[in-house]
C-alpha cells in the first residue's frame, strides 16, 4: 500500500509538472523570450502545480482499492465531477 501510495503521488506530481514546463516554454515562445515573473511568482506556480498534481493522483488510491464497496466508489466520482464543475 505504501508503494502504491509514493508511486501514485509521483506520477501525479510529475505529470503536472511536465505539463507546466511545456505550457510554460509555449508562453515564453509566444511573448518572444520577454516572459517574466516577479515577487517569487514562479515558485508559487510551481508549489500550486504539485499540490494540484497531488490533488489529482491521491484519490486514485481509493478507485484502485478492492475494499471499497462500488456504491463508495460511485459516489466519490460523482463527488469529483461535481466539484471539477463548480
Known amino acids: 500500500m505504501k508503494k502504491q501510495l509514493m508511486k501514485s503521488i509521483f506520477e501525479g506530481v510529475s505529470i503536472a509538472c511536465i505539463l507546466f514546463c511545456l505550457i510554460g516554454v509555449i508562453f515564453d515562445l509566444i ?28 484519490p486514485t488510491l481509493i478507485y484502485e482499492n478492492e475494499k471499497y464497496f ?16 463548480i
Open 31 to 58: 511573448y518572444g523570450g520577454t516572459f517574466t515573473l516577479t515577487s517569487y511568482s514562479f515558485t508559487k506556480m510551481v508549489i500550486g502545480t504539485m499540490i494540484v498534481g497531488l490533488g489529482f493522483s491521491l
Open 70 to 85: 462500488l456504491s463508495m466508489r460511485m459516489r466519490n466520482i460523482l463527488c469529483l465531477y461535481k466539484h471539477s464543475f
